[in-house]
């Protein structure tokens, strides 16, 4: 299967995650090309789309939802994983905090999985730098790589043992 991973960043932690998920699903044998959202035009010859963003107060960056929006139809013809990174604490307890449902219900999403991300106020804008302060946000890798694999595991197994995009489940 050719898979598609791309991922809107801010400043280079949920490229890494991306980048992480690409080389489990390469080394359970599947043709991989990761783009930044802005330059994905087309879904040709694309079998299966990882799609993921950082998370800012909730809501994905603008490069990821507006991909989503753009090629929704061909996405919902796809098997689609989505992937949102940034949240503090325990993801469980913050996928709730993740508004993404809308993109979800309209592309078809198989899964979608909220992974902790990282803080680093040295290579943030001003603006972010004082948000953290403010808030008094924990600063760190967070980045559960354990759980990343196993996610990229999950949507390779689900690729190889079941046929989610060649003969997608079509309603009675």
Known sequence: MHILVTAAT???????????????????GHEVTQRPPGEVDTL??????????????????PAARELAHRLEADLAARGVWLFSSGPLGDPRERAEDVHVSSIATAVGAYDHR??????????????DRATIEGLHAPVGDFRDWAAVDAYAREIA????SR????????PA
């Open 114 to 127: 909220v992974f902790p991300g990282a803080v680093d106020p040295a290579v943030l804008d001003g603006d």
């Open 157 to 160: 197994d689900g690729l190889v």
């Open 44 to 61: 040709d010859g694309v079998d299966a789309v990882v799609l993921g963003s950082a998370v800012y107060a909730g809501t994905w960056l």
């Open 10 to 28: 801010k400043y280079g932690s949920t490229a890494a995650t991306a980048d992480r998920l690409a080389e489990v699903l390469r080394s359970a």
């Open 163 to 170: 046929d989610l995009v060649l003969a997608p489940t079509l």
